[in-house]
């Protein structure tokens, strides 16, 4: 079992940053890919970034590519999503997973989930 817990979000004016970290807790997370996902009201649940347990490979959502920079410390058992130059449209529940399938892009591939938080971009 892994305890995924997020932190970071906030409401921010376009064009500014925020931070969002992952700590987990339980079974050690240094096997597992790390995920980042967001969901939108109204909206699916959508990949945002990814990363191998490694550290070796890291995965971006063409909207967030060259925005976002997914990182890991498994050391710490943390993550983070470091979030720049942010839109309106990023608003939504960001939400971290933990998986070991190696499919890095969809839900129902993580098998462990934080409870999200929410990140508000205003125009």
């Known amino acids: 079992q892994v305890q995924l817990v997020e932190s970071g979000g906030g409401l921010v004016q376009a064009g500014g940053s925020l931070r969002l970290s992952c700590a987990a807790s339980?079974?050690?997370?240094?096997?597992?890919?790390m995920g980042w996902f967001r969901q939108a009201p109204g909206k699916e649940r959508e990949f945002v970034a990814a990363m191998s347990w490694t550290g070796g490979k890291s995965y971006y959502a063409d909207s967030v590519k060259g925005r976002f920079t997914i990182s890991r410390d498994n050391a710490k058992n943390t993550g983070n999503l470091h979030m720049n130059s942010l839109k309106p449209e990023d608003t939504a529940v960001y939400y971290c997973a933990a998986s070991r399938i190696g499919d890095y892009f969809h839900p129902s591939a993580y098998k462990y989930w934080g409870q999200g938080t929410q990140v508000t971009v205003s125009s």
């Open positions: 339980g079974r050690t997370f240094i096997r597992y890919d």
